[in-house]
Every structure is written in C-alpha cells, then in structure tokens.
C-alpha cells in the first residue's frame, strides 16, 4: 500500500527555521513569492473536499494577515487538491502550515495557566499524581478523563 498526498507531485515547499522568521509579510512573500500570484479564481475553494475557503485564506495572505490564514486553514489536511487545480501553481497548504506555525509561535495569546503547569510539572509537583495515574486500570483512567475540569480559555 502507499499512502501518497494528492496531487502526488510536490508542490513547492520553502525550507525555514521557524525560530528565525519574523511573522511579517515579508517572510510570506520571501519563501513563498507566488502568494502575490493568486488570480482569485476560486478554483482552489471549489476543489477543496472539505469546503473550506481556500481562496478567502490565500487572499487574507496577499494582505499578510497571518492571524486570518491561520483561523481559516486550521481545519486544513493538506491534501492538496486546490494545489492540484491551481492555475496560478500556488502552493496553498504550505503558505497556509507557515502562517499556522508562524500565528502559533509568535501571534497567539500565551496561556498563563498553561505556562504555571508546566513550570510545576518541572519541579516535580505533580510526579505522584502522574504515577497512580499510570497505575490506574484503562476503565477508571476514561472514567477520570471523561469527568475532568476542562482547562480555562
């Protein structure tokens, strides 16, 4: 069996170390210049299986709103069917994963709560909790995480 994205052909893909990227649109036209090459076509949206707007993110990328191509391609699965029928040869879920890590390092609120547990889980506060945890049986441990408090937004 082989598993393969379709269109099986490689689309262009930038190599970059997201920890050296501003999230401008600069870096969007820098590794991905084809971004300024959308014609608005909608072919990218009508080949989309999941209906996902396609070519409402790619234009929200020509204006370099990374915050709004990360919300609406997050569902994306890169399958790269609107790649496929793009007449432009954009490379959609790739500008669209960059704008994703881009909004997730550098653009998204931080979780204070978040950043407090994992400072706790380091110095060993919760080491006890984790191994009855790990001992549990598979039943009681579904049964745990189905009537847990869900973590604050």
Known sequence: MYLTQIP?????????????????FATLVRLYPQVLKCLGCGTC???CPQE????????????GDIA????????CIMCGMCVS?????????????????LYGRYLAPKAQHLAQRVTEIDAGK?????????AMPDAELRQAYNTRDIEPE
């Open 85 to 101: 029928r793009c007449p432009a040869e954009e490379a959609q879920p790739n500008i669209a994963i960059l704008c994703r890590r």
């Open 126 to 134: 919760h080491d006890e909790a984790l191994a009855k945890m790990k």
């Open 45 to 47: 949206t009508k080949s």
């Open 68 to 75: 709004r191509v990360a919300d609406l391609s997050f569902d």
């Open 8 to 24: 099986f052909y490689p689309a262009d893909r930038a190599q970059y170390r997201l920890e050296e990227l501003p999230a401008t």
């Open 52 to 63: 996902l707007k396609v070519k409402d993110y790619m234009a929200a990328a020509m204006r």
